[in-house]
């Protein structure tokens, strides 16, 4: 049955070669970006073509404000600082994710507290918020939410759009609103997917993105900050750009900032790339209809949006019977040429995480041992 995949995948990219995960597609018009740039002298974090793509972005995803950065890790930081995610605070979020995510809250010497995942789509429901919250959480008479299990303060909620598939921000946003927690989105596998019509991230009070080389589309390396709420925006800036108190000349900063801002040249690559992202889109939803047309005659199961959602199928996700199969499809297709990869290995698991406060995660576990990501390049 694994030959079949390998066959199909083949015909699918029309190639007999190393066939990647995701690569990016780049062409001539990123080259003439990158070369205006250069000839401009204008590399760096200060040039047109990052507030360019700020806008680009704002106005794509409706989200009023876009402050571009080196990384979507640095994003998420700031977010969390900016969040007023303090030393020995909580975050919760979910632990199947890239480390990037628990790495950000580290940063802020704060500890993340896991929820589960729903198997269908592979992010935190609502309902699983609601019932963490009445299980663990209580506002106390300093005015903020403490996990009256870790006594700590619950200083935020991180969601993560997990590979592209979005969940219901609003009605976890409502949730929280009641134990006084703000809700910042981890976007970076997210860009063009949509739930009940709006983009991820607009919902939340602060949203992330990533662009890096493996993403829809890429700027070599960078990142974003997405709100609605202008004092944020300004902050966010501010801060990406070490706290430097506007002047000609002179060289003051207000507080403990950071050199995050986007590099000019990494906005210029993303420009070229914007202008392709509904044709890689269109593309990658193509890819995941085959995907999932060949898995319903081989009777491979293959994560699908729900009726509620748009994804972008950033990563097309195959959910196999057990670790054991799991394990053997991941060495047949790599020894074959065709590039397949587990999911994360789920934060709780990892040494350096292992004590953090943590609900039932059989769901988590169950997706861990089943999950392998295969090729989803953008055909053009």
Sequence with gaps: MFDEFTNFVRDLYGSEGLIPLHEPTLAEKEKKYLIDVVNSSFVSSIGKSVTEFEKKISAYTGIKHAVAVVNGTSALHLALKISNVEENSEVITQSLSFVATCNAIRYCNAYPAFLDIDRENLTVKPETVKIFLDKFAEIRKDGHCWNKKSNRRISALLLVNTYGFPTDTLKIKKICSKFKIPVIEDCAESLGSFFRDNHCGINSDISTLSFNGNKIITT??????????????????????????????????????????????????????????????????????????????????FVKENELSKSNYWLNCLILKSKKEKESFIKFTQKNGIITRPTWTPMHKLKIYKRSFKDNLKNTEWISDRLVNVPSSPIT
Excluded: C
Excluded at 253 to 275: K, S
Excluded at 277 to 299: D, V
């Design 220 to 301: 070599g390396g960078g990142g974003m900050i997405l709100t609605n709420n202008s004092k944020i925006a300004k902050q966010a800036k501010h801060l990406s750009t070490t706290a430097r108190i506007s002047h000609r000349w002179e060289f003051a900063h207000d507080q403990v900032g950071y050199n995050y801002r986007m590099p000019n040249l990494n906005a210029a690559l993303g420009l070229a790339q914007f202008q392709s992202l509904q044709k890689f889109l269109k593309s990658k939803r193509l890819i995941a209809k085959k995907y999932q047309k060949w898995g319903e005659e081989f009777g491979f199961n």
